[in-house]
């Protein structure tokens, strides 16, 4: 009995083995066969030997790993890194990569072979130096493996960069004012820098600003060098369209090619270009009236054009069945800040039941209304044959345009100042 639990521990051992076999590589069945650096085929060693033949990579370049794998049985879950290590600024550029995560299914005299490409962004202010390029290939539960490629970082001939751009009074600007750009210029190459032109572009509203620096030396005692470009002003246009805009900054020489940074600025409108919305302004003298049944009331309506541009207003009545309506005019064409009075006569029919009643005039421009005005008609019972004297009518409809004129005096006066504060605001500048 002992001797067939032991048989039957043994076996479920073996399963377990096999299984964790699956989810791992035995050691020697997964090889780097060989690794290139920017296409170069380099020497990966186990001890990480800083000696011998090492390719030379520039700051600031994007280095190419490429890693070939063979295996020779099934791996599962692999993943590689890459990374250079050493970099005083590291917390702030991490000069690394990583592969997802993937299989090689191979089998002994079967192998299989798969190649993984990474790349790190060297960063421009890497001392010149040799670095130690780990290659760290890792799964769920087997030790790491590691390899170490060597790698020489020298500094460019030539290396041209914006290091920074300062505009004022900011990301915001007022059209009709200037934008202030400063560019601090950055040598990071081995040899001086002469005659870079720099150009400070708005290209969506045609604006543009160009200085020259005469030269932009290396200091043999720091990696990089900086240099300040004269200050350059781009007068926004008055008429400038609010909203954002790209501000594009280049640096060139005839030996380096041309670099660039793109920024963006919101610009405010001006308010004596903004283009005003179209504004309808309505006084109705008077709003209701009592009628008696087979008789005539009148109404005046004035219309102002409180907007920017001239305007056709059609206007448009419809009593109902308890009276007619007309309109002294149904097309009414206005200039900016001009107005004018229509007449609408109200005659309740004989029939007319008695009681409040509305009349509506819709007032529209374009093909779309603008304004509704319910006028308002309380329809009397008839005492009397006699009609409603001629005297008092008149009267009526004199006092309603008086209240008429009143409202037109006070829109234009409003209209009036509104101009003039405008006109006194233009004559304002501010230069920067």
Do not use: C
Not at 235 to 261: C, F, H, M
Not at 315 to 333: F, H, I, K, N, R
Request: aromatic fraction near 6%; glycine fraction near 6%.
């Amino acid at each position: 009995m002992r001797k067939l639990l032991s048989v039957f521990v043994v076996f479920v051992l073996a399963l377990l083995s096999v299984s964790l076999v699956s989810a791992a590589y035995v050691p020697g069945s997964l090889v780097i066969t060989s690794v290139e650096v920017n296409g170069e085929d380099v020497t990966e060693t186990s001890t990480g030997d800083l000696t011998g033949v090492a390719p030379t990579i520039e700051e600031g370049e994007t280095v190419e790993v490429e890693v070939t794998f063979q295996a020779n049985a099934s791996v599962k879950d692999i993943r590689v890194e890459a990374e250079v290590s050493g970099y005083e600024f590291d917390d702030d550029e991490v000069l690394s990569d990583r592969s997802a995560v993937f299989d090689i299914n191979g089998a002994v005299g079967s192998e299989t072979t798969k190649k993984v490409t990474l790349n790190l962004e060297l960063p421009r202010r890497l001392e010149q130096d040799r670095y130690l390029l780990r290659l760290r290939v890792t799964d769920r539960d087997t030790v790491d493996m590691t390899r170490y490629v060597t790698l020489q970082v020298e500094a460019p001939r030539r290396g041209l960069d914006i290091a920074d751009v300062a505009l004022s009074p900011g990301t915001t600007v007022k059209a009709g004012r200037s934008l202030l750009a400063r560019v601090l210029l950055e040598n990071f190459g081995s040899r001086d820098l002469e005659d870079v032109k720099v150009t400070v572009a708005v290209p969506a509203l045609g604006l543009s600003a160009t200085e020259f620096v005469d030269e932009v030396n290396v200091d043999d005692d720091s990696d990089v060098e900086y240099e300040d470009v004269p200050q350059m002003f781009l007068p926004l246009p008055a008429n400038a369209a609010e909203g954002d805009y790209d501000v594009v900054v280049t640096a060139s020489t005839d030996r380096t090619s041309a670099v660039s940074k793109k920024y963006t600025i919101h610009v405010l409108a001006d308010e004596r270009f903004e283009e005003q919305e179209d504004r309808l302004v309505l006084a109705v003298g008077p709003e209701s009236q009592n009628v008696f049944a087979g008789s005539t009331v009148r109404y005046a309506i004035a219309l102002t054009n409180a907007g920017s541009n001239s305007k056709a207003y059609l206007l448009a009545t419809a009593a109902g069945d308890w009276a007619t309506a007309s309109l002294s005019e149904q097309l009414v064409v206005l200039e900016p800040g001009r107005n004018k009075v229509v007449y609408v006569d109200v005659t309740a029919a004989q029939a007319a039941v008695a009681g409040a009643h509305t009349v509506p005039v819709t007032v529209s421009a374009d093909g779309k209304a603008l304004e509704t005005v319910n006028l308002g008609a309380t329809v009397a019972a008839q005492e009397t044959t006699q009609p409603v004297s001629d005297v008092n009518l008149r009267t009526g409809l004199e006092i309603a345009l008086i209240v008429l004129v009143v409202v037109l005096v006070i829109v234009g006066l409003i209209l009036g100042f509104s101009r003039l504060r405008k006109d006194n605001d233009g004559e304002e500048k501010t230069y920067y």
